[in-house]
T-cell receptor
Framework: GAVVSQHPSWVICKSGTSVKIECRSLDFQATTMFWYRQFPKQSLMLMATSNEGSKATYEQGVEKDKFLINHASLTLSTLTVTSAHPEDSSFYIC????????????FGPGTRLTVT | QKEVEQDPGPLSVPEGAIVSLNCTYSNSAFQYFMWYRQYSRKGPELLMYTYSSGNKEDGRFTAQVDKSSKYISLFIRDSQPSDSATYLCATVKAAGNKLTFGGGTRVLVKP
């Protein structure tokens, strides 16, 4: 149990275009989902936290107009990177947390974004 | 000083040995503790989580938490080459959302 999927696993896009990444909790309802970014050999950096039906809370320094997060249901959150640039190339990972009272997060397999 | 400290390694052990990993934390507000395993270019996989001091065992894995010393450990018995990965400790404050990670320890299990 507690499986989180991400799609796509790898995407290449041209500079200036937008790309959407989906994160789904497959066998549980996730009241809270998180989006992280990870550069090679570095730790995970939290970008934003989203609760179903609410606006996402972004970490300091993360541009909310560039990284659009939608958490439309208890099993789906999406991250859209708008007007992508080569510096946005990174490994994006989502995670999901069960209902209130649970603190552990279950991570997806990650999405590798390359902007050319 | 980081809130959660973890030796980066690498920690190299022979196959079959016990892998011993640990983290220290500085903030007594941290109440819940997790261990994750991350393979290269993959998302972290939750191995163990515990909400209290003491030991918790699951298969080859044992997690220990000592809140009085602010010290958490993970032991992996009968290590396998497939256990070669980066291990991350993480903690959360009570009623909190965000995970605070240690920097990760790279483990190499040699056949």
């Amino acid at each position: 149990g507690a499986v989180v999927s991400q799609h796509p696993s790898w995407v290449i896009c041209k500079s200036g275009t937008s790309v959407k990444i989906e994160c789904r909790s497959l066998d549980f309802q996730a009241t809270t989902m998180f989006w992280y970014r990870q550069f090679p050999k570095q730790s995970l950096m939290l970008m934003a936290t989203s609760n179903e039906g609410s606006k996402a809370t972004y970490e300091q320094g993360v541009e909310k107009d560039k990284f659009l997060i939608n958490h439309a249901s208890l099993t789906l959150s999406t991250l859209t990177v708008t007007s992508a640039h080569p510096e946005d190339s990174s490994f994006y990972i989502c995670s999901a947390r069960r209902s209130t009272g649970h603190y552990e997060q279950y991570f997806g397999p990650g999405t590798r974004l390359t902007v050319t | 000083q980081k809130e959660v400290e973890q030796d980066p390694g690498p920690l190299s052990v022979p196959e079959g040995a016990i892998v011993s990993l640990n983290c220290t934390y500085s903030n007594s507000a941290f109440q819940y503790f997790m261990w994750y395993r991350q393979y290269s270019r993959k998302g972290p996989e939750l191995l163990m989580y515990t909400y209290s001091s003491g030991n918790k065992e699951d298969g080859r894995f044992t997690a220990q938490v000592d809140k009085s010393s602010k010290y958490i450990s993970l032991f992996i018995r009968d290590s396998q080459p497939s256990d070669s990965a980066t291990y991350l400790c993480a903690t959360v404050k009570a009623a909190g959302n965000k995970l605070t990670f240690g920097g990760g320890t790279r483990v190499l299990v040699k056949p």
